[in-house]
Each structure stands twice: as C-alpha cells, then as structure tokens.
C-alpha cells in the first residue's frame, strides 16, 4: 500500500509539472490550431488562394507557432522549474538557428561535436528536446550561482550553462526522439511483412506518444518516399483513428466533469481540445487534456490500436502526403477508403465509450 501510494505520488508530481508547462499556453495552442484548420480549408474549398498574402501571414501565424513551439516551452519550462528564462531561450535559438536547421534537419552536410558526431535531428515542434535541456539547466545553474562571484555572475554564468547543457542538447536528448522514431518505424515494417492488421494495431497505439517525444517526425520522409516512388504509402492511413481516439477521449472528460465553476475552465479546454483533434491537431488533447489525466491518454491509444487494425486488414492507401483528418480525406480516396472513414469514427466512439465506463475510477466528480 505505501510502496503504491509513493507511486502515485510521483506520477501525481510529474503530471503537475506537465500541467504547469502546457496550461499557460494551451489556448495558444487551441486558436493557432483552429486558424490554421480555416485556413487550410478554405484554401482547399478555394474561398483564399494559396498564392495570397492573406493565406502566407496567416498560415505562417498559425503553422509558425507550431514550428517554434521549443521557444515558448522554454520560457513556461523556466517559469515551473525557476530556471533563468532568458538563459532557458538560449537552448531553441540554438536548435532553430538557420545554419543548424540546414545542417541537422535538412543534412546538408555533417557536423560534430568535440569530437562525437551529431545526428541528424528535427528540432522544430518539438517538445521533449527542449524540456530535457531546461531540467539539465536547473541543475546546472544551482552551482552557478552558489560558486561565481555575483561581480562577473551575469555573463559568465550563461557561458557555462551553455557549454554543459547544449552538448547534451545535441548529443543526447535532440537525437534521442529520432532514434526511438526509427527504432519503432523499423519494428513497424517487420510486423507488416508478418500482419498488415497487427502492424496497424501497432502504429495506431504507438503514434500519439510519438508525437509527445517528437519521433513522429522520423515517419514522414518514409512516407514521402514511399509515396514518390510506389505511388501511395500504408502508413499514414493506419494513425486517423489515434487522432480521432485523442478527440473521443478529450470529449469524454469535458463531459464527466461536474456542470460547476470550479470546473469550467476544465471542461472549455476539454471541449476545444476535441474539436481541434477532429480538425486533424491532437496537441491540444494530448498537453492540455489526455496527457494529464493519464487514463484518457492510455485509453485514445487503444482506441487508435482498434482502429489502426481494420485500415491494415483493409489495405487502405494514402495517394498524396497528408495527416490524417477528414479535412484531408481525399488523399485516401482509393482501396479501403471507406474502412479509412470508419476507422476515425470508430477511434473517436471507442474511446469515448471507454471513457465513460471508467468514470467512477476517473473520480473527476472529486477533481473541482
């Protein structure tokens, strides 16, 4: 009993310590989701052409928060684990410098690092990267101010944690969520060749915690180059229903939360984060909402293993790169489209329902 209750605890602290990084910026993450969605489908409904400024600021507005979404974990990162913010920001200048993202994400050429070499890493959008780095920061800054004279403090302290948090940076906690990415792209493939059916269980259950390492990123240029040179790609079809079981299982919680004022701001995040992961944008669900709550996260990825099973046992493919929503449905129009619809809808009710039949454990009648 005590050894669980310790368990508990710490896992109480850690979703916290998420809780405290992500609700300062949910809403932001929620409206940029919500623009870019209108925009994107009135581009495709041709109400605003792609060529106009209007569809360049805005998307750029909507699609550039997402790509530099390290900059401002950073700073709500400082602000929960009272890190300098300033110092802190000094981590995505560095992974979102031009020169670097030319270096490291579109490999230009190689780059080491005393003497290890970096590997290519996606550091846009990315989200454990940079939250590993301020946590290094935190313990490296104790030191830092307890043995630099306060004379040259202010700009020698910023020096050092560079020099020991950007290796790690670079070296460790950026490559980390790629390595991961591939690891499981590949196990993806071997299950594949034995199930097509299994293999869509697999990626359906897998993806959404990819996206909170960053390793989703690791899939697309196999898809890409799937598409290029087959003419479709298997694998994008297999994750429509893991963002839709986001959506269900966020709904499930707007709705068991009391109708009380103590609960309302809950429930608003709750509602909003379900329509923008119907829209085909789980961030909001997975930091603001699932993630958080542990079980709703936990009970979307079973939605989405469900669901990812009947599109590979349909064979559905994807003719075009798009992530999957019904927004983008016409890029699966072809074998198994009809499976492919059903799936998300299957992923989004599954998971409700499995919310709703752990309500009593859920205990969110208590949570005001």
Partial sequence: MELQRKKQTRTSVIMEQITGIFLPIIHIITATSILKSI???????????????AYHIFYACSDGFFYFLPFFLAYT?????????????????????PDLVAILEEQEQT??????????????SGVLPVLFAVGLLYFVEKPCDKWIPETIRGFTKPIVC????LPFTFLVFGPAGTWIGDFLTRIFFVIYD???????????????PMVVIGAHWSIV?????????????????LLGAAVYGQAGAAFAVGVMYPKTDANKEKRRVAF??????????????????????????LTACVAGALGGAMVGMAGTHCNSFAFPSFLTSVAYVGPGFLTFLLSMAAGFVIAFVLMLLQRKKMNLEGNE
């Fill in 39 to 53: 925009v994107v489908l009135l581009a495709n409904f041709g109400v605003l052409s792609m060529e106009s400024g």
């Fill in 272 to 297: 909003q984060a379900t329509f923008t992961a119907l829209l085909g944008v789980t961030e909001p669900a997975l930091f603001g909402v699932n993630m958080v709550l542990g079980r709703p996260m």
């Fill in 221 to 237: 240029p196999v898809c890409i180059n799937n598409i290029a040179t087959l003419g479709y790609d298997v694998i994008l079809p």
């Fill in 194 to 208: 034995f199930s097509p059916a299994l293999a869509g269980a697999f990626m359906g259950f897998v993806i959404q």
């Fill in 77 to 97: 990162a400082s602000r929960q684990w009272k890190t300098d913010p300033f110092i802190s920001m000094l981590i995505p200048v560095s992974m979102l410098y």
């Fill in 111 to 124: 780059m080491s690092l005393f003497g290890f070499q970096v590997p290519p890493t996606i550091y846009h």
């Fill in 162 to 165: 560079c020099l020991v948090v």
